[in-house]
């Protein structure tokens, strides 16, 4: 096939629309100037009772940093948002944790231009672990993700500044398996008892506290998958219960992080049991020397003292480095995998 310095018919339009995408791109980039969040109430899906959830977004006025739980929030309330249709990443925060556990990494992509969501997981969040170690949780986390995700783009405000062809997914921990079951992973929990029959693995968290998935509603199985995802960044998950059979229905790419020391995972051995048995190998890092807490989001100095086992790493981990250079990658990665079809080359 020949080939001129002339474009066809075919790639004028096309020539037009990409750098029509690129002006509208670069005009939203410069108008974002801060970080706006907002707090939603919601309806848990698996029992009925309240959800909490907050939405981080790129917003037009500047925002400034304020004390929230552990950490440093990064985002302003309600400030007024960029315009414009954003992609939508969805956070799961760890067993216990909080939806303000990844904020940092949240505000990051919020003035990249995405919309930002996470929430508390009834049953399995800070104050609240009534339904812990149940299928409750171990099923019902997804089925309150898609609560949150449909929540959000019913929402009169927040609706129309989401792309719901752009929907990505981001979990730790026990939001790292949560968002795999989203992708289409499907667990079985008859494995743990073997696990932690193993030498090795006897003193795992999830051998000593759990040893067995109490089953309370296995109906809930069979709404854990969320198609509108489209990708996954994955962080120390969670992975014994998963399996080349388990995994063969994740088609989603997914971005997979490991910390080298994780004290609750077994090192890196869960993560690595994901990487091995996705059906297409994921982008794969190991942080050297890194516990498992390494990626929730850097502690206030005065909270490291109250908490050190979550917020101090060991020596030689720099905490903020790595998470500067998570929410770049995170963005690269998203940036990627959730672009448009138009944008795509």
């Known amino acids: 096939m020949k080939t001129s310095g002339r474009l066809s018919g075919t790639a004028l339009p096309r020539a037009f629309a990409l750098a029509a995408l690129l002006v509208a791109a670069s005009a939203s980039a410069s108008a974002i100037r801060g970080v706006g969040y907002r707090e939603l109430a919601l309806k848990d899906p698996v029992n ?28 302003s309330k309600d400030l007024p948002p960029v ?71 019913a929402d009169a405000t927040l609706g129309p500044l989401v792309d719901p062809a752009r929907v990505g997914a981001m979990g730790f921990s026990m939001g790292g398996y949560t ?38 509603r296995p109906e809930l199985r069979g709404g854990t998958h969320e198609p509108r995802i489209r990708s996954l960044f994955v962080m120390a998950p969670v992975g014994v219960f998963f399996d080349g ?61 109250h908490t050190p086992e979550i917020c101090v790493d060991p020596p030689g981990v720099d905490r903020v480095k790595l998470h500067r250079q998570l929410g770049q990658d995170a963005e690269r990665f998203f940036s990627r995998t959730l672009a448009s079809p138009a944008k795509a080359p």
Request: charged share 20%; with cysteine.
């Open 48 to 75: 009925g009772g309240p959800l909490r959830g907050v939405v981080l977004y790129p917003a037009t006025q500047p925002s400034k940093p304020i004390p929230m739980d552990l950490l440093q929030l990064d985002a």
């Open 83 to 153: 315009s414009g249709r954003h992609p939508l990443v969805l956070i799961s925060h760890g067993h216990m944790g909080t939806r303000w556990g990844h904020s940092d990494l949240a505000s990051a992509l919020a003035r990249k231009g995405y919309v930002v969501a996470s929430l508390d997981h009834a049953g399995n969040t800070h104050g609240d672990g009534a339904r812990s170690g149940t299928d409750e949780v171990f099923l019902g986390r997804a089925w309150q993700v898609r609560t949150l995700l449909d929540s959000v783009l």
């Open 179 to 216: 968002v795999l079951l989203l992708g289409g992973a499907s667990p079985d929990f008859g494995k743990l008892g073997p696990y932690c029959e193993e030498a090795a693995h006897a003193k795992s968290v999830l051998c000593t506290e759990m040893k067995v998935v109490r089953a309370v």
């Open 245 to 305: 059979a388990g995994l063969k229905d994740v088609k989603v790419p997914v971005r997979l992080y490991s910390a080298e020391q994780d004290e609750v995972l077994d090192g890196a051995a869960q993560a690595i049991r994901v990487r091995d048995a996705l059906p297409q190998p994921p982008e794969y890092t190991q942080v050297p020397k890194a516990g498992h807490f390494v990626f929730l989001a850097p502690c206030r100095p005065e909270m490291a003292k």
